[in-house]
């Protein structure tokens, strides 16, 4: 199950980048193209997936700006994660990915 969901956290990366990172708080900024790939999930159960995880304090999305505000527990998640989760390489994310998925598990 967790495959699926990191096989579109991969395919999705590529619409986002990071406007500003500090521990515990980053804000990603999308392109307008992303919205047709969100189309297809159900906002309600992606919320609900994010109370799942307490390493998500709260988000905040703002379509004026293109971005979403995520804050996280640094203590959880490493931030260094996160910055390579939005790295060039698609190796580096791709084991970001799964490095993310581990610690979201505990």
Wanted: charged share 25%; proline share 3%.
């Amino acid at each position: 199950m967790m495959k699926k969901q990191i096989d579109t956290a991969l395919k999705l990366r590529r619409w986002v980048t990071i406007g500003h990172h500090i521990p515990g708080r980053v804000r990603l900024k999308y392109k307008l193209g992303v919205l047709a790939h969100l189309a297809a999930f159900n906002r309600t159960d992606i919320e609900q997936a994010l109370q799942d995880f307490p390493a998500f304090k709260q988000y905040k999305i703002n379509n004026a700006t293109g971005s979403l505000l995520i804050e996280y527990d640094a203590n959880i998640v490493q931030p260094s994660l996160i910055d390579a989760l939005f790295a060039e390489s698609d190796q580096d994310a791709e084991q970001a990915c799964y490095a993310l998925a581990a610690c979201l598990e505990r």
